[in-house]
């Protein structure tokens, strides 16, 4: 069993920057990749960024060059910088994690005023 805490969402206005942390425990030797999603009102849920295992990244068009996915493993953490925030990126933020299973965390919500 894999559990994965978000932590870091706030409301920051448009131009500002957060940190979103995503802390796993359990299992963590068999995650294999983590992402996170978010999910606006009344939309569906989206990839924003993922990261493997070896390191390889991918990131969602709308956030290329303003956000950045990277991993701490000797914490256990995952983070999403997320700077030059806008309006749109307005969501609830969740934590992926593929291991054997599929795990989410409970999601953060950030909001960005314009």
């Known amino acids: 069993q894999v559990q994965l805490v978000e932590s870091g969402g706030g409301l920051v206005q448009a131009g500002g920057s957060l940190r979103l942390s995503c802390a796993a425990s359990?299992?963590?030797?068999?995650?294999?990749?983590i992402a996170w999603y978010r999910q606006a009102p009344e939309k569906q849920r989206e990839l924003v960024a993922s990261?493997?295992?070896?390191?390889?990244?991918n990131y969602a068009d709308s956030v290329k060059g303003r956000f950045t996915i990277s991993r701490d493993n000797a914490k256990n953490t995952v983070y999403l910088q997320m700077n030059s925030l806008k309006p749109e990126d307005t969501a609830v933020y969740y934590c992926?994690?593929?291991?054997?299973?599929?795990?989410w965390g409970q999601g953060t919500q950030v909001t960005v005023s314009s």
């Open positions: 992926f994690a593929l291991s054997v299973k599929n795990y």
């Open positions: 359990g299992s963590t030797f068999t995650i294999n990749y």
């Open positions: 990261i493997w295992n070896g390191g390889i990244t």
